[in-house]
């Protein structure tokens, strides 16, 4: 029984001294709520760097209590008010909180690629060997190396390209069908123009096909990884010749840059991707045109007398 009294006595010495140490940390009150030193140190590490010194002032820290303090006032006003039994206030939680998910469910797929990617990239490293074969192969890219600049039109089905093909055999401007038709926006507002390029820059369907091709001469659909395009060159410049000491970190990059691109083939064939591009256009076309009708819509009720 003495024991059992002795373990009481304790007990209740050690919740008090933590109640008076809680009470020591509480800086403010206000209501029910209070703010430790913890959390204004929290808050104030949160705070951007050049305001962090003044913070730590004497009036600095008065200032910033003060904010905090008046942040508590306002949480404990809405809270009379009910604002948190409103349905806007539940909705707006509900969307935050799915929104949170979302961005959690983001990071972790971004950290397992960045940590994968890593693995990956160390064990696709291009060898000196491998480096030296290369060099060999294509000794005259180095010896005598040329730049083009070329247009391109991207499509994703073969109806497209083939609509495109048959505007520019009736002499259509390569520029405008670039700029009307190409799903690469970026170079078709510039008519389809990409370069100078070097071998080795862009993937090898395309490079075959745009090195091959005579100045002004328009190519049939070239299929590549990311759609079919129709190339013309624009212009050829020789370009100075290039050791093999100076290009073998170039040559590096780009025998690595293809192995990961020939990962990425393997791998999708493994996974059975499928894209639908049709649907995928079909979709972009029904928002265009959504927009479209919401922006008639209001210039319809935008009267000028």
Known sequence: MKYCNVLFVLMFLLIGLAACKQQENVIAKVGNE???EEMFTERVNSAPPAYQAYINTEQGKKQFIDLF???KIIVESAKEAKINKSKEYKEALKDFEAEQKRQFKDYQDGLMMEMFLKDLQAS???SDEEVNKYYEEHKT?????????VKHILVQSKE???TALDRLNNKEPFDKVANEMSTDRISAQKGGLIGPFKKGELIPEFETVAFNLKKGEISDMVETPFGIHIITKVSEENLPAVSEEVAKEEIRRTIEKQ????WFETTKNKLNVTVDYEKLNSIQEAQTTEQDEQSNEKLDNFNIE
């Not at 192995?259 to 020939?262: A, V, W």
């Open 160 to 162: 497209d390209a083939k």
């Open 34 to 36: 209070t703010i430790t």
């Open 69 to 71: 303090v008046r942040e």
């Open 124 to 126: 696709l490293t291009a």
């Open 141 to 149: 890219d180095f010896t005598n190396p040329v730049a083009i600049v």
């Open 259 to 262: 192995k990961i691109e020939n």
